[in-house]
């Protein structure tokens, strides 16, 4: 049996648009439909567009830590320790102190 793939982000945030009137109903109103969901101030619109724009973030990936990513890559530089080629462990030092000074202005 094929291997079902996995959906892809654009598809997690069509099904998230498709299913957001039930999953996100009006906090004015609790109505799950759109046409329910009725201000008196004239907000609605802005109202549909929140709740859509709550299912979208609810469905997002976390945000990468990309001083985090940097800093693992150089303490797994410095644990597989350097080659054996003609640059040398000079350059393999060279290398995991640019990736900690990278990490550490990503963190800024």
């Given at each position: 049996?094929?291997?079902?793939p996995?959906?892809?982000?654009?598809?997690?945030?069509?099904?998230?648009?498709?299913?957001?009137?039930?999953?996100?109903?009006?906090?004015?109103t609790?109505?799950?439909?759109?046409?329910g969901?009725?201000?008196?101030?004239?907000t609605?619109?802005?109202?549909?567009t929140?709740?859509?724009?709550?299912?979208?973030?609810?469905?997002?990936?976390?945000?990468?830590?990309?001083?985090?990513?940097?800093?693992?890559?150089?303490?797994?530089?410095?644990?597989?320790?350097?080659?054996?080629?003609a640059?040398?462990?000079?350059?393999?030092?060279?290398?995991?102190?640019?990736?900690?000074?990278?990490?550490?202005?990503?963190?800024?």
């Amino acid at each position: 049996m094929p291997e079902t793939p996995e959906p892809t982000l654009r598809d997690r945030i069509a099904e998230a648009l498709n299913n957001a009137r039930h999953t996100h109903p009006c906090p004015v109103t609790s109505s799950t439909y759109w046409t329910g969901c009725y201000h008196p101030d004239g907000t609605s619109i802005a109202c549909h567009t929140s709740r859509r724009t709550d299912a979208v973030l609810a469905v997002l990936p976390a945000p990468v830590d990309r001083a985090a990513v940097l800093r693992e890559a150089a303490n797994a530089l410095a644990l597989v320790g350097p080659p054996t080629l003609a640059s040398g462990p000079q350059a393999w030092t060279e290398a995991i102190e640019t990736l900690r000074r990278m990490a550490d202005e990503a963190s800024r």
